[in-house]
């Protein structure tokens, strides 16, 4: 039984009103956000997926793999697209204390800050799981906490493809900030995916921009 939900209920962005979970606008933008990354071969082939349609996306990084993968990470920003901080060891911010989650949140902003000029303002917490403690002295660092509206789980390797694109198609609507993952575990459900999102999207009038 899955348990996590593809579209985040109102009452969810209500009680957590302090996190941005979509961005409501009139020009049926929509945000496509990439976890986990950078990778190499999987991000890249984002990279070209997202050329093809010059489309421009959001990338929470992993500090660990900044540090593996320099020359993607640097790829994804010389490609126009925008960096956030997704910690450094991808931790879970509910079985690890303040301190040790405040201290992954920083390292991974010097990984990213030593490959483009300025360290990133937007974070999202590994898993969605953030503990108040913790997310006050990450807004107090000056970041924005980055949620998300539709999940498209292909993450989950007991889901078909069809069913992730599934999850994004059914919905998605204007302002939604879509999530998928640039890792190896996703790479199956991604690969059939992404592509169909960017096409059927594209037909339906919907933009494709970055959170800044």
């Given at each position: 039984m899955n348990y996590y939900w593809t579209k985040t209920n109102t009452l969810i962005k209500k009680l957590f009103s302090k996190y941005i979970w979509d961005i409501?606008?009139?020009?049926?933008?929509?945000?496509?956000t990439f976890d986990d990354g950078p990778i190499p071969g999987i991000t890249e082939w984002v990279l070209e997926e997202l050329?093809?349609?010059?489309?421009?996306?959001?990338?929470f990084c992993i500090g660990n793999?900044?540090?593996?993968?320099p020359d993607v990470f640097t790829k994804v920003i010389n490609e126009g697209h925008i960096v956030g901080n997704h910690t450094f060891n991808h931790l879970n911010g509910l079985i690890n204390s303040t301190e040790k989650y405040f201290e992954n949140v920083k390292s991974c902003g010097v990984s990213i800050s030593k490959l483009q000029s300025t360290t990133s303002?937007?974070?999202r917490p590994p898993y969605g799981k953030i503990r108040a403690s913790q997310a006050k002295k990450v807004l107090q660092l000056g970041y924005k906490i980055i949620m998300w509206d539709v999940l498209s789980?292909?993450?989950d390797t007991s889901i078909s493809p069809e069913k992730c694109l599934?999850?994004?198609?059914?919905?998605?609507n204007s302002g939604s900030i879509?999530?998928?993952h640039d890792s190896i575990k996703a790479f199956?459900?991604?690969?059939?995916t992404l592509p169909k999102t960017l096409k059927v999207l594209t037909e339906r009038g919907f933009v494709f921009d970055t959170i800044n």
């Open positions: 409501p606008n009139t020009e049926n933008k929509v945000y496509l050329k093809k349609q010059d489309v421009k996306a959001t990338f793999n900044i540090d593996k993968n303002n937007l974070f789980a292909d993450f599934e999850n994004v198609l059914n919905n998605v879509i999530v998928f199956p459900n991604l690969k059939y």
